[in-house]
């Protein structure tokens, strides 16, 4: 397991997803209960859009909060926006400051259309983990969506001056001064 898990790994980042599949499953005859394998298994399957196989493997999976945010992206993915809400409820209920957790939570809510409850995740989370400016640009996003621009407007001027050159921050800086009438 030692020296599989670090070949999963590479074979993944190098996106042979095939390959990483067999050194995960290699992995999992010997520990059925391996996390990390489980986890490697189920992201090499998500990343080759086989969403099913991905939540067939999580269903009966040990409790971890990385392999359950697993199980919310493959049933996201799928199209089933309810079953990841659920799960992912589950998961900030025992892990309120899992950040990613909210992040996700709030992704799924911007493709359920329901920015007002995407804008709170995304708050949470970027409480929860100030630096993520990911976190920060969907928060943006969901309160230009809200037009909640005085809300807007101080976060992203702080993403203006982290990344004062990318397109996005620039973009959005002119759409809430636009939308408070600047």
Same mark, same amino acid.
Request: net charge neutral; hydrophobic share 40%.
């Given at each position: 397991e030692?020296?599989? +898990?670090?070949?999963?790994a590479?074979?993944s980042?190098?996106?042979q997803?095939?390959?990483?599949?067999?050194?995960?499953?290699?992995?999992?005859k010997?520990?059925?209960?391996?996390?990390?394998?489980?986890d490697?298994?189920t992201?090499?399957?998500?990343?080759? *859009?086989?969403?099913?196989?991905a939540i067939?493997? @999580?269903? &009966?999976?040990?409790?971890d909060?990385?392999?359950?945010?697993?199980?919310a992206?493959?049933?996201?993915? &799928?199209?089933?926006?309810?079953?990841?809400?659920?799960v +992912?409820?589950?998961?900030v209920?025992?892990?309120?400051?899992?950040?990613?957790?909210?992040?996700?939570?709030?992704?799924?809510?911007? %493709?359920? &259309?329901?920015?007002?409850?995407?804008a709170?995740?995304? *708050?949470?989370?970027?409480?929860?983990?100030?630096?993520?400016?990911?976190?920060?640009?969907?928060?943006?996003?969901?309160?230009?969506?809200?037009?909640?621009?005085?809300?807007?407007?101080?976060?992203? %001027?702080e993403?203006? %001056?982290?990344?004062?050159?990318?397109?996005?921050?620039?973009?959005?800086?002119?759409?809430?001064? *636009?939308? @408070?009438?600047?």
């Open positions: 030692q020296i599989l +898990l670090p070949l999963g590479a074979f980042e190098l996106n997803q095939d390959n990483a599949i067999e050194v995960f499953r290699a992995i999992l010997e520990n059925s209960q391996s996390i990390k394998a489980i490697g298994l992201k090499a399957l998500i990343a080759e *859009k086989r969403y099913t196989a067939a493997e @999580l269903k &009966n999976a040990p409790p909060e990385v392999l359950q945010l697993n199980l992206v493959a049933y996201s993915k &799928n199209g089933n926006t309810d079953e990841s809400l659920k +992912l409820s589950a998961i209920k025992q892990h309120p400051s899992y950040a990613q957790g909210h992040f996700n939570m709030g992704a799924v809510y911007v %493709q359920q &259309n329901r920015f007002g409850e995407a709170q995740e995304f *708050k949470e989370a970027l409480r929860l983990d100030p630096s993520d400016d990911v976190d920060r640009l969907s928060y943006i996003k969901a309160l230009v969506v809200l037009a909640q621009f005085q809300t807007a407007a101080p976060i992203i %001027q993403y203006r %001056q982290r990344r004062p050159h990318e397109f996005d921050a620039l973009y959005f800086s002119g759409v809430v001064e *636009k939308g @408070l009438g600047n």
